[in-house]
C-alpha cells in the first residue's frame, strides 16, 4: 500500500509537494514516503505524543522544512487551524480511528479546507464487506468510502488501488 501512495504522488509529477500526513502514528508511511521522495516536504499530524516521538526519531534524518511535526487530534473540529494549506494529504489506516464511520464525511470536509487549489487528497482505510472487515458501524463499505468523500465537496473520486482489506481512493 505504500508504494501505492508513493506511485500516485509521483503522477503528480512535482517533486517538492507540500504533504500533510493525517494521523500519521510512528510516521511508517512518511518514512516511506520521503525515503522514495525526498523533496517532498511533510507535515505529520497526530494526536499521541508518543507517537511523534517515535515518528521524530524514525525521520530524523529528514530536517525541516522536510519534516514537521504537529500533535492534534483529527477528532478536534479545530484541528485544521493554522496549519496552512497542503498539495496533498494522505492518511493511511486512520479514518476508522474516529470511532464510527457518520464522522468521515465532516473529517473528510476538513481535509477539504487544508488543500491547495487542485491539491489531492489520498485516503486509505480498511472497508467493511466482502473480503474487508466485520463491523459495518465502524468501517464503510467501498460505496460509503466513495459517498462519503463526494459528498464532502470532492468532484472526483475514485478507487486507485485495494490490498487485502485496504482500499485507497483519491479525491480531487
Not at 52 to 79: H, T
Not at 138 to 145: A, G, R, S, V
Request: charged content about 15%.
Amino acid at each position: 500500500m505504500f508504494q501505492a501512495f508513493v506511485n500516485q504522488l509521483s503522477d503528480l509529477g512535482r517533486a517538492d509537494l507540500c504533504v500533510l500526513d493525517l494521523g500519521a502514528g510512528p510516521g511508517f508511511l512518511a518514512e516511506f514516503l520521503l525515503s522514495h521522495l525526498p523533496a517532498l516536504k511533510m507535515s505529520l499530524l497526530d494526536f499521541s505524543e508518543p507517537m511523534q516521538e517515535l515518528a521524530q526519531a524514525r525521520l530524523k534524518e529528514y530536517a525541516l522544512p522536510q519534516a514537521r511535526f504537529i500533535c492534534r487530534s483529527f477528532k478536534d473540529p479545530n484541528w485544521p487551524q493554522g496549519l496552512g494549506t497542503f498539495d496533498v494529504v494522505v492518511t493511511n489506516q486512520a479514518v476508522h480511528e474516529l470511532r464510527h464511520k457518520r464522522y468521515a464525511e465532516a473529517l473528510h470536509r476538513q481535509v477539504k479546507g487544508v488543500l491547495s487549489p487542485g491539491g489531492v487528497y489520498l485516503v486509505c482505510d480498511h472497508f467493511h464487506g466482502d473480503g474487508g472487515m466485520g463491523n459495518d458501524q465502524l468501517y464503510m463499505t467501498i460505496q460509503e468510502q466513495q459517498n462519503a468523500l463526494a459528498c464532502a465537496g470532492f468532484q472526483a473520486v475514485h478507487q486507485v488501488h485495494r490490498a487485502g482489506t485496504l482500499a485507497m481512493h483519491r479525491a480531487a
